[in-house]
């Protein structure tokens, strides 16, 4: 991660999907296939972005960004999405939740470089 800030995004409204996991221990090629996803995610019409961390407990927490709901559901259509999820319900997770909003309000706050 060479830019270390959230991701930038247009003034509300738009639409959030918050995937918070655990893994198992297999998770044998997981950042592979995450990079493409998010690879795959990014070049799909309503991405805006994408947020995400990991602790050292396991828990992780990705938010992707959306422009609105139909985008989100040919994301959660989109056929080699599909295919991921269900090698991820298999193999990489213990446990995961999926939060779908409407971000109505936003705001946020970056230091400037010279303090």
Do not use: C
């Amino acid at each position: 991660m060479a830019d270390l800030a959230p991701a930038p995004l247009p003034a509300p409204p738009y639409y959030t999907v918050v995937f918070t996991s655990v893994r198992t221990a297999d998770d044998n090629g997981y950042e592979d296939r995450a990079e493409q996803m998010l690879r795959l995610a990014a070049d799909q019409p309503g991405f805006l972005g994408v947020d995400s961390a990991r602790g050292a407990d396991g828990l992780g927490i990705t938010v992707s960004y959306w422009s609105d709901e139909e985008s989100i559901a040919a994301w959660r259509d989109h056929a080699e999405h599909a295919v991921t999820r269900a090698h991820g319900r298999e193999h990489w997770y213990a446990s995961f939740a999926v939060h779908v909003a409407k971000v109505e309000r936003a705001y946020g706050f970056t230091r400037p470089a010279d303090l």
